[in-house]
Nanobody
Framework: QVQLVESGGGLVQAGGSLRLSCAAS????????MGWFRQAPGKEREFVGC????????SYSDSVKGRFTISRDNVQNIMYLQMNSLKPEDTAVYYC????????????????WGQGTQVTVSS
């Protein structure tokens, strides 16, 4: 089992950058595929991107590809989401999640979730 805590959210102007962190406690962080999702008010939870167990492979949604980068440190048990060129439409609560199986775009494939961190991008 793993517990996840996100941090690093905040208010930023359009075009700016933020880096989110997802700190994991518990056992076996390196055995989980990890993902980032986001949810804006009145909308469904949306896949942002994911990273495989070793950190050697990533996948991103088309809406963030080229602007966001996911990385992980399996020694420090932490995952990052570097967000550049932020747009107002990136405003949402961002969640990290852990999957016992693989990096996936489907929320149903993730067994563990953090509490979320708010990102607000002003125009």
């Amino acid at each position: 089992q793993v517990q996840l805590v996100e941090s690093g959210g905040g208010l930023v102007q359009a075009g700016g950058s933020l880096r989110l962190s997802c700190a994991a406690s518990g056992r076996g962080f390196s055995t989980y595929g990890m993902g980032w999702f986001r949810q804006a008010p009145g909308k469904e939870r949306e896949f942002v991107g994911c990273i495989n167990r070793s950190g050697g492979g990533t996948s991103y949604s088309d809406s963030v590809k080229g602007r966001f980068t996911i990385s992980r440190d399996n020694v420090q048990n932490i995952m990052y989401l570097q967000m550049n060129s932020l747009k107002p439409e990136d405003t949402a609560v961002y969640y990290c999640a852990a999957s016992q199986w693989a990096c996936s775009s489907s929320p149903s494939q993730y067994q563990y979730w953090g509490q979320g961190t708010q990102v607000t991008v002003s125009s």
